[in-house]
T-cell receptor, first 114, second 113 residues
Framework: AQSVSQHNHHVILSEAASLELGCNYSYGGTVNLFWYVQYPGQHLQLLLKYFSGDPLVKGIKGFEAEFIKSKFSFNLRKPSVQWSDTAEYFC????????????FGGGTRLMVKP | EAQVTQNPRYLITVTGKKLTVTCSQN?????MSWYRQDPGLGLRQIYY???????DKGDVPEGYKVSRKEKRNFPLILESPSPNQTSLYFC????????????FGPGTRLTVL
């Protein structure tokens, strides 16, 4: 079965600190990769996605993620966080050969202190 | 406005009483999906549909049914709800028949007593 791991469940940072959230998945086939964000009281929305091409993907609000195939990882980064980045972040993976299922990680709750 | 709507937003019910949560999208999307969100477990896919009359099981389909008779609607049916189905449920849709950017609804918080 597909599995996606986000090892950091809770992260607390001060404003202007750098952020890196880990995401690892468990299968070696071709994958499509996503990061979603859920701000307090709002819908989940897409931050960025990787389907193919340049493994360094840039998304909205200054976020980026790097796909490292050899490490089965798709870590999310932001050089300088803001209080408004306080949210829950979810990594999601679709293994192409498994069809059209989308598997999410357990989420990382980020709190940014002003 | 392009959106995914769910009804009801909040529901408290009792064990065994059949219920339906509706989901509708106005973006002409082909792919629709249901997820449940539980603390520490993230979102888990219940069922998805690639198009009208085409549905498939996700990770946690037990205890749920879906139907896709029209492109815009994808109701989630709990024939005999149990307390372990207490959760936050999200419907989502996507532009293609495969997995792409999911557009999420606002969520339905279900409590089964």
């Amino acid at each position: 079965a597909q599995s996606v791991s986000q090892h950091n469940h809770h992260v607390i940072l001060s404003e202007a600190a750098s952020l890196e959230l880990g995401c690892n998945y468990s299968y070696g086939g071709t994958v499509n990769l996503f990061w979603y964000v859920q701000y307090p009281g709002q819908h989940l929305q897409l931050l960025l996605k990787y389907f193919s091409g340049d493994p360094l993907v840039k998304g909205i609000k200054g976020f980026e993620a790097e796909f490292i195939k050899s490490k089965f990882s798709f870590n999310l980064r932001k050089p300088s966080v803001q209080w408004s980045d306080t949210a829950e972040y979810f990594c999601a993976v679709n293994e192409i050969r498994a069809g059209n299922m989308l598997t999410f990680g357990g989420g990382t709750r980020l709190m940014v202190k002003p | 406005e392009a959106q995914v709507t769910q009804n009801p937003r909040y529901l408290i019910t009792v064990t065994g009483k059949k219920l339906t949560v509706t989901c509708s999208q106005n973006m002409n999307h082909e792919y629709m999906s249901w997820y449940r969100q539980d603390p520490g477990l993230g979102l888990r896919q219940i069922y998805y549909s690639m198009n009208v009359e085409v549905t498939d099981k996700g990770d946690v389909p037990e205890g749920y049914k879906v139907s896709r008779k029209e492109k815009r609607n994808f109701p989630l049916i709990l024939e005999s709800p149990s307390p372990n189905q207490t959760s936050l449920y999200f419907c989502a849709s996507s532009t293609t028949s495969g997995v792409d950017t999911q557009y999420f609804g606002p969520g339905t918080r279900l409590t089964v007593l």
